[in-house]
Every structure is written in C-alpha cells, then in structure tokens.
C-alpha cells in the first residue's frame, strides 16, 4: 500500500533527527533505487493509458491517490467513523490492546520514533473514509515492538507494574 511510505519517509526523518547521516543516506538510497523500480514498472505497463503523464512513471501512485484523497471513490464500499481502528482493536483483542496502550505509553520517550511513526499510520489511515482492518495490519508488529520497549523498563518498580497491567490484560484476551 502507498501509505506504507509514511514508514519510509518517518524512517529517514527519524535517522536525520538522531543526526545518523551515514544511516540516512543509505536508507535514502535504497528508497531512491526502489522508487525508480516503482516508477519504471508503471512507466512499462502505463505509458499508453489516458492521461498518464510523463510517459506513465508513477501513474498508478496518482491514479491511488486521485481515487481515495481526491474524489473520495473507496467510499463506495462503505464507510467508517475515524475511531474504527482503534475501537476495533479493543473491542476485538481488549486484552492485548491495553497490555498495547500502557507500553506505548510507558515507550513514548525511548521509542519516540517507532511510537511516532506508527501513530501516524493510523492516523493516516483514520482520515480515508473506507477504513478496513487489513489496511493497518502492516503496523501491528511495529505497535507491539514500541511497546515492548515499555515493558524493559531499567526501573524495576516501572517493570513489575508493567508486567502485572500486561499479564492480566493477556489473561482478560484468552476468556
């Protein structure tokens, strides 16, 4: 999915901020060169399409783009309120979402990036009217590693408090 390259570009972002240029121009290579990959297979299968421009290189990215942000289509196939993601979470693994919550919460500070940049995922995906579950499943396990992070607290009395809220929550899922 496009919206996977919010990871992408929050990823370099991250790296620049924590001044590891070396990291960023590598990461920023490895996207220029899949980028061109991207652009090159649609300018191959699109070139000749009506009102493909520019010999058709990312037509696909802007026809995704015009279809969900601009004229609202994917609301063909029904809509949800923002809160879906979110509510659907705890509603379907209650459990697991708080034992979620507190880690982000407890992480916020070591993990600023991952927890920020999932967040925007969601975000993301919240403002598109058409909202499925398998649109941000790509962001679970990054969630759950953020919150991990919580969880390995130095401070020990932080890490029991973390741990009794993570195991009861476990046990609220498996009822």
């Not at 790296?15 to 290579?29: D, H, I, P, S």
């Not at 659907?88 to 919550?101: D, I, K, R």
């Amino acid at each position: 999915r496009l919206q996977c390259g919010l990871f992408c570009l929050g990823a370099l972002g991250a790296l620049l901020a924590r001044r590891q240029r070396r990291a960023a121009l590598e990461v920023l290579g490895v996207l220029a060169v899949w980028a061109l990959l991207f652009g090159g297979l649609d300018a191959l299968t699109w070139h000749d399409a009506p009102g493909a421009r520019f010999g058709g290189w990312f037509h696909s990215a802007v026809k995704y783009l015009q279809f969900n942000l601009v004229e609202q289509r994917a609301a063909q196939w029904g809509t949800s309120p923002g809160s879906f993601y979110v509510s659907t979470f705890f509603s379907s693994m209650p459990g697991l979402a708080v034992a979620l919550a507190v880690g982000l919460v407890l992480s916020a500070r070591r993990a600023w990036p991952l927890v920020g940049l999932s967040l925007l995922f969601l975000g993301a995906h919240s403002l598109i009217a058409h909202k499925e579950l398998r649109f941000v499943l790509p962001v679970l396990p990054v969630l759950f590693a953020a919150g991990a992070v919580g969880f390995s607290l130095p401070d020990e009395g932080k890490q029991r408090v973390a741990l009794v809220v993570y195991l009861k929550a476990t046990a609220c899922n498996l009822k």
